[in-house]
Every structure is written in structure tokens, then in C-alpha cells.
């Protein structure tokens, strides 16, 4: 899979700590044959959790015909991609959390299309981050990431 584009302007635009915390548009490309469902996570590995890193979004169950995700897609069923469901976050929520560092810090925000070799995963909208990647543990057939970086000046 190529990496695709992550909207530059949610990262470096204002919307995570300050703004409208909308979800971005996500797009890829170059499926790998036999693909059969696709799922999208966003993930802050310099999060200071010891380690385990931050969940911003995860949306399981994406056909393979799809290439994109919609710039506010999150929360809105009619801009998700029809079966798409999009998983719990380390905010507690469903949806879409935007980066938001610890003041006068810089972070990485890996943005990761997955390929899978299943049609569906067995998660709904209470599933864990870590149930997700569990879920697709052996099934993933191909990734493409893109590394995103925002820095949250001291106030």
C-alpha cells in the first residue's frame, strides 16, 4: 500500500487542542490483492503513558474498494464509509480525539492503513485499541504509514 495523504492542516491547523477537533481526510492507495477489509488507526507513540503511546482514532472494517476517509468523517454516519465502525480511543470515546501534546512538547502522530486478509473484524464501538490489534494479529497482509508532527508551544 503507498501511504496516502493525512490533512496536513488538522495537525498543523489548531484543531486538536485548540479548535474544532475535526477528524481528517485520510486517503491510500495501492491495495494489495486479496485484500479484503481495511482498518485506520492513528497513534501518538511519544504520549507519556510509559510507553504504550495514545490512540486518536481507529475505524475497523473499511471495504477494500474504499480509498479515503472524509475530513470530519468521525461521528457522522453519512461520511464514514458504509460498514466502516470506528473503535474506542485511549479518550474513551468513538470517535476522532485530536493531537494535543503536553505544552512545549513535539509528538508524532503515525497515521497506518492496514490491508487485511478478513472482511470484517469481530470489534463494534466499544473495542479497545489493544482488542482491535489483537483482532488483526495475523491478518494483516500489508500497511502503509505516514508520520505526522505537531508541536504545542508553551503558553
Known sequence: M????????????????HGENVSPHISWSHVPAGTKSIVITIHDPDAPTGGLG??????????????????????NA????????????DFGASAYGGPCPPQGESHRYIVTASALAVPNLDVDAGSSPALVAYQMHGKVIGQARYVARYHRSAE
Open 2 to 17: 503507498n501511504r496516502g495523504q493525512f490533512g496536513n492542516e488538522q495537525v498543523y491547523g489548531g484543531f486538536g487542542c
Open 54 to 75: 495514545w490512540t486518536h482514532w481507529q475505524v475497523a472494517n473499511i471495504q477494500p474498494s474504499q480509498t479515503s476517509i472524509g475530513k470530519g468523517a468521525s461521528g
Open 78 to 89: 453519512r461520511l464514514l464509509p458504509i460498514g466502516a465502525i470506528e473503535t474506542l480511543t
